[in-house]
């Protein structure tokens, strides 16, 4: 069982807004920050998000991040097929002194 | 560029130790001073876990629910860093990533290396 939560899966049509939520305690996005991810299978998973809202060079300004208390938002504008994989959210835990992974979420374009 | 690439057995008896190389070229591990060196696993088809990180003094930290069995190593003279995991079982099988990361997040990624534990 994941300490954080995400919805397992997300679908929309292209074009579409979609959004991923992260849900975790005050011990662990509460006092930390937000990371979100790519992964296309049999890859490596990408940085598309970090610090809760900043994102990497190269990274679309099609995806954002947001925090707020105990969640992190991840946002997806104008849908595109090629952003159908699954995303993770990350943050550090000061109760447990652990990096954690959310359980992920599926995107599917309809 | 900063590339990382795992290497070790893809195969791993049960109840023996795994033990894994993450190779780092295009930057060296004792000039960052500012990032960690880590592992992270894959079970298939399921999600993300921590297993440990290491800085360029050997500092580690490890997640509580191995650090009974890992142990994460560095040798800078190498450039490399390492991975043991003992007493594995099938529940250890799993696509393993080494990577380089500051305190807050993920930027830096191997391509992965399955591992199986079967005999």
């Known amino acids: 069982q994941s300490v954080l939560t995400q919805p397992p899966s997300v679908s929309a049509a292209p074009g579409q807004r979609i959004t991923i939520s992260c849900s975790g305690s005050?011990?662990?996005?509460?006092?930390?920050?937000v990371s979100w991810y790519q992964q296309f299978p049999g890859t490596a998973p990408k940085r598309l998000i970090y610090d809760n809202n900043k994102r990497p060079s190269g990274i679309p300004d099609r995806f954002s991040g947001s925090k707020s208390g105990t969640s992190g938002t991840l946002t997806i504008t104008g849908l595109q097929t090629g952003d159908e994989a699954d995303y993770y959210c990350?943050?550090?835990?000061?109760?447990?002194?652990?990096?954690?992974f959310g359980p992920g979420t599926r995107v599917t374009v309809l | 560029q900063l590339q990382l690439q795992e290497s070790g057995p893809g195969l791993v008896k049960p109840s023996e130790t795994l033990s894994l190389t993450c190779t780092v070229s295009?930057?060296?591990?004792?000039?960052?001073?500012?990032?960690?060196w880590a592992w992270i696993r894959q079970p298939p088809g399921k999600g993300l876990e921590w297993i440990g990180s290491?800085?360029?003094?050997?500092?580690?930290w490890y997640h509580p629910s191995l650090k009974s069995r890992v142990t994460i190593s560095v040798d800078t003279s190498k450039n490399q860093f390492y991975l043991k995991v003992r007493s594995v079982s099938a529940a250890d099988t799993a696509v393993f990533y080494c990577?380089?990361?500051?305190?807050?997040?993920?930027?830096?990624w191997g391509q992965g290396l399955l591992v199986a534990v079967s005999s």
């Open positions: 295009g930057g060296s591990i004792s000039g960052s001073n500012n990032f960690y």
């Open positions: 990350a943050t550090w835990d000061s109760s447990m002194n652990a990096h954690l």
């Open positions: 005050s011990s662990n996005i509460g006092n930390d920050y």
């Open positions: 290491i800085d360029y003094s050997g500092t580690t």
């Open positions: 990577a380089r990361h500051p305190p807050s997040s993920w930027p830096d």
